[in-house]
């Protein structure tokens, strides 16, 4: 082969592979740019989520706070029968009872706005304890049960479980109440004190008339947790079931 044969060969491979070189860049230049774009756009969705959840929890723990600000607010009783009149001081009740069903409006108010959120978990428990407070223990054992659906496996969802025991308590179904406090007692890892849990099964065993499960009990709360702050009022009940 002449050697310009050879030579113009050589040129022809050099001018392939350049070519070949050039389609791969523009090629991998296309990728990069289609990876950079759908990054850029990600990150302007997560943005934009996260200013939406920002202003969601925002809403969600003012109207808490509103809700709390009632809870918390004075009952001022209206002036006796021939005393001077006064006008009612802003933010107070005349009744305990009447400052407990305006929160319980804007507990429930809170709580159906934002039903997921941490604010809203705590606006339905403080709607169920506010119902009990109020001698509602079925409407707050539906409200309890609402927690307990939407909180996962959190402190929301124990909190909600130990209200829903005591609702069950005071309407009078002890054998869920027992069941559901005994299960609460058994997680010793749990955010929820156990003396706790366990002054509340003795009490209810003895609503329930079984006294030797609530001595059994109250006698286990006193010997397990001796700091207790419940031990006084654990002893008190053993001392009144002993006369029994």
């Not at 179904?173 to 058994?186: G, S, T, V």
């Amino acid at each position: 082969m002449k050697r310009t044969e050879r030579h113009h060969l050589k040129e022809n491979e050099i001018q392939l592979l350049t070519r070949q070189a050039r389609e791969a860049i523009e090629a991998r230049r296309r990728e990069v740019t289609l990876a950079l774009t759908a990054a850029a756009v990600l990150g302007v969705a997560a943005l934009a989520y996260f200013a939406w959840h920002e202003r969601v929890v925002g809403r969600a723990h003012a109207m808490l706070a509103d809700a709390i600000i009632v809870q918390d607010a004075r009952v001022v009783p209206p002036p006796a029968p021939g005393a001077t009149s006064t006008q009612p001081t802003a933010g107070t009740y005349p009744t305990e009872q009447a400052k407990l069903e305006a929160a319980l409006v804007k507990f429930k108010a809170a709580a159906d706005a934002y039903p997921s959120t941490d604010a809203g978990l705590y606006a339905r428990y403080q709607e169920g304890a506010t119902l009990m407070a109020l001698g509602r223990p079925a409407e707050a054992a539906a409200r309890y049960q609402d927690v307990v659906k939407h909180a996962g496996n959190g402190l929301y969802s124990q909190m909600g479980q130990l209200g829903l025991a005591e609702a069950q308590a005071r309407a009078g179904q002890y054998d869920q109440a027992i069941n559901a406090f005994k299960e609460l007692a058994q997680r010793k890892d749990g955010p929820l004190p156990i003396d706790g849990i366990l002054m509340q099964l003795g009490r209810t065993y003895v609503a329930a008339g079984k006294p030797a499960d609530a001595q059994q009990t109250f006698n286990r709360l006193v010997q397990e947790y001796p700091e207790s702050p419940f031990g006084a009022e654990a002893r008190k009940e053993l001392d009144g079931l002993k006369k029994t």
